[in-house]
């Protein structure tokens, strides 16, 4: 469904306003950027490139001058952008030192984390992007996880989806192929549910259950550290 830009402006202005938890207590990149050169994870565009929309970039342009259209420094960020819908823009900001919390992106406010979907498109909470297990501190400790950060980020989504039914079919999308992965490592797709308790989506029969946070394990470099805790 496409809405008039100045509507679709107007949404991603409320969502800013909406979505401000953290997704911590405390900031996770300590924990992240020492793996990474100092920078944390997800604010280097040599691990993640955010995507907005382009009413979302009208947004950001007309905000701050944090932000720039990304330049594509090699064939996998040239392919990340030749993958994108015509409506996305791939974006890159000033860095970490120059972090403006109110001018964030909607990818960087979920990071790292997005709407679980089933295959009857009903939303159960938040999964993990998880191919950034192995460099995301936050996939590996799940108690850190606010529930003012769940609440926010789906009440944020379903705002957006409400609006732009695109956005829904793209993490419906998501969601299966996170199930396809997982089935095929026979493993549980973690996730948070909304009442902020921890579920587990079972490998090939996809079914729900609640889940303790020992089940969903750590990776990467995190694998062998004590299991982080909420008022770290
Ligand atoms: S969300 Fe993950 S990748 Fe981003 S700063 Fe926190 S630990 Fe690092
Ligand atoms: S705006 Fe802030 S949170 Fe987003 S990528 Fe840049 S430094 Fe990271």
């Known amino acids: 469904m496409s809405l008039p830009k100045k509507s679709r402006v107007e949404l991603y202005r409320r969502v800013y306003e909406k979505f401000q938890a953290p997704v911590s207590r405390f900031d996770c990149g300590r924990h992240c950027a ?6 944390p994870v997800c604010c280097d565009t040599s691990n ?14 007309s905000r701050s001058d944090l932000w720039r259209l990304f330049k594509p420094k090699s064939a996998i ?4 952008v030749s993958d994108m819908h015509s409506e996305c823009r791939a974006v ?3 860095g970490a030192a120059h972090c403006e919390r109110d001018n964030r992106s909607m990818a960087c406010r979920a990071f790292p984390f997005f709407p679980y979907v089933t295959r ?10 998880w191919y950034f297990e192995d460099r995301c501190w936050v996939l590996s400790n799940l108690g850190i996880v606010t529930p003012q950060f769940v609440t926010e980020c789906l009440e944020s989504y379903e705002a957006i989806f409400a609006e732009d039914t695109e956005e829904f079919d793209i993490h419906h999308k998501l969601s299966a192929d996170m199930r396809g992965v997982f089935t095929k490592r026979n493993r549980i797709i973690p996730v948070i549910g909304r ?6 989506v079972e490998p090939r029969s996809h079914r729900l259950r609640p889940a303790s946070l020992a089940e969903f394990g750590q990776h990467g470099p995190y694998k062998d ?3 982080a805790t909420a008022a770290e």
Not at 34 to 39: D, F, V
Not at 77 to 80: A, L, T, V
Not at 120 to 129: D, H, K, S, V, W
Not at 195 to 200: E, F, T
């Open 48 to 61: 993640a490139v955010p995507i907005v929309d382009k009413w979302e970039w009208q947004l950001l342009k």
């Open 34 to 39: 020492p793996h990474n050169g100092g920078q």
């Open 77 to 80: 960020d040239r392919q990340i």
């Open 92 to 94: 890159e900001c000033k």
């Open 195 to 200: 009442d902020g308790g921890y579920y587990a």
């Open 120 to 129: 009857e498109r009903t939303i159960l909470g938040l999964a993990g992007f």
């Open 225 to 227: 550290e004590p299991v």
